[in-house]
């Protein structure tokens, strides 16, 4: 099992595969043969090289948006797709004003797309977030992807969308993705503060005294 979270000397940042863990994914040579071939696929290449270029170009300068605008650039991509969260709306609106004097062509698709209420899905009054199943539209990440797919983007990105959701439209998305933000209100979509806040003011949220309390028995998926 490998446990490279674990390991210190990280060797393989150093190309130094003597410091490593007894079991390290660096000394797997079939897999790593197997990726090596996969990076020469024309797609594959393309991403792996432009990302590298971005990386190494705005390295520490450049925001999350301004990498990927010029990773788009870079990789030849023109007709983007845009899956966001109806809750980060004005923050939409604002990306796609952005991308679009950059020079991209852009297919954004809410949320709520298809107004499927969360009966569809057996959500009852007491589970829905504004206490009415019947009237509130769920999330249909499925649809965000279908929807780009026909559309025929090049490269879709991911605004807020809910966890879970997120994972659906990655499952069904024919382009390739890359997430510009994700979702967390209580932190202003920055997942990290509280990690990095984990031995401080989190540290009884992430290491209850009773673990179960992280577990909602009360929702356990029985279908």
Known sequence: MYQCAKCFQRGCTKQDLTKTLPECPSKEQEIQEQAKELYQDAENHRIAYCAALTEAG?????TR???IIKFLH???YHKIGLAFCTGLFKEAQEVVNILEYNGFEVVSIICKNGAITKDFLGITD???VRGNCKTE?????IGQALLLNQAKTEF???LGLCVGHDTLFIKYSEAPITALAVKDRVTGHNPLAPVYLAQGYYHKKFYPDNPD???PKDTEYNK
């Open 74 to 76: 870079r990789g030849g």
């Open 126 to 128: 007491a589970q829905a």
């Open 213 to 215: 309390d992280l577990n």
């Open 137 to 141: 539209s769920m999330c249909n990440p």
């Open 156 to 158: 879709n990105l991911i």
């Open 58 to 62: 705005g390295y520490c300068q450049d």
């Open 65 to 67: 948006l301004i990498e």
